[in-house]
């Protein structure tokens, strides 16, 4: 066993090795010296952050702009959301949001980080703010998902407990005077619910909600911590390969126009509900100038999964012809409006080469298109090859740009 001490926080391991005592001891203290030299782990209030962690809610948002900070000769990269970014060689794990100072005007970012603030409502500052910030978009994504029917009663009892895991367990808390009553802040956190939930329908965009998007990319880690407070009613459906044949068969018999698409669209549905963690939340949703067939909000315990995203839209053809380009360029347009990072076509008989070529480079751009037709879905014997289908799609669109990047 080792230990190692660093500033406020000790590491505990264990190792085997064939090495004798001093050579593996050594080995291991060069792998944890240089762990600690790249990743810079540091206490903020009671959590552990590491410079990758706190990086990695960075990425895929859209640079905005770059300020200077004349005081300490630096720079403040401005990301969409606004969140900021300072540049320099002691960086600090607080992202913070655009300060209104610097606009002349409040930004939606410092609303939203007034609105999530309970110091308003229960007296209590909980610091580091915009970690306290995380976790509650985290819990508001976990009430939207659910299928509860929120009020100020159950609102509450969900809440404050909550809030008495975070000061257990993640904030540094101190006393203040309340300034509204804890039923005006609940009245706001079930707008926040109810607009998170028609986001993840596919409805038009809000600010917030893709914010709220973006930042579970990276913070959905947090999302076993909060289970218990909101707890999720079973998704998975039971798998039938014989009933996933019917439902195929029958929406490419189809001859009538409308009933055509809507059965393929049951197809779709039938593959999706087999895969655990995901949870289809709307149908045919207008968005702009366009339709969403099927959209899917991610709440599985699942690394893999969720490479791919908090949500996935899903588009559906039906077609005796191959899918065109322009269907493709559709599909990324919907996605870069909203933020999003994964689209699944579900293609009765496949894409053009030239929609290859425009999905590869979609990807580089980092929106994913992952095409999946009715030969694929015939050879599915089970639930855990819905899954494996799909996530071997993202895999092998992810090596191409590894390997096209490398070239």
Known sequence: KVVFNFDDASFYGIYGSSMNDKQAYDVVNEIVSCWIEQEKPLICGKQLITRSFFLKDFVGRKLITAMPETESNSWRLIFEGGHQLNINENLLYSKGTLNPNDLGVFCTSNVQSVLLNPIYAYGK???PNDICEEWHKVFLYLCAVSEYEWNLSNMGNVYRRFL??????ICLTMKVDPLISKEQYYKVLLIHIENYRAFLKGEDEVVNSKDLYQTLNTRYVYLPYLQELVKQENLQHSFSCFELQKEIDCA????????????????AE?????VEGWKITGKRIRAGAQEIDLSVANISLDDELWQMGA???IECKNWKKHVGIQQIRNIAHI?????NKTAILFTANGITSDSQEEIQRLAMTNIYIICITAVELKQLQSAVECKKLILDKWKSLQDSIEVSGII
């Open 252 to 267: 490419l018999q189809e001859t009538d126009i409308y009933k055509k698409g809507k059965k393929w669209e049951n197809v």
């Open 311 to 313: 949500y996935i839209l």
């Open 125 to 127: 500052w909980f610091y």
């Open 335 to 339: 996605s870069s409006m909203k933020g």
């Open 164 to 169: 008495k895991f975070l000061e257990e367990n």
């Open 270 to 274: 039938y593959v999706l509900n087999s």
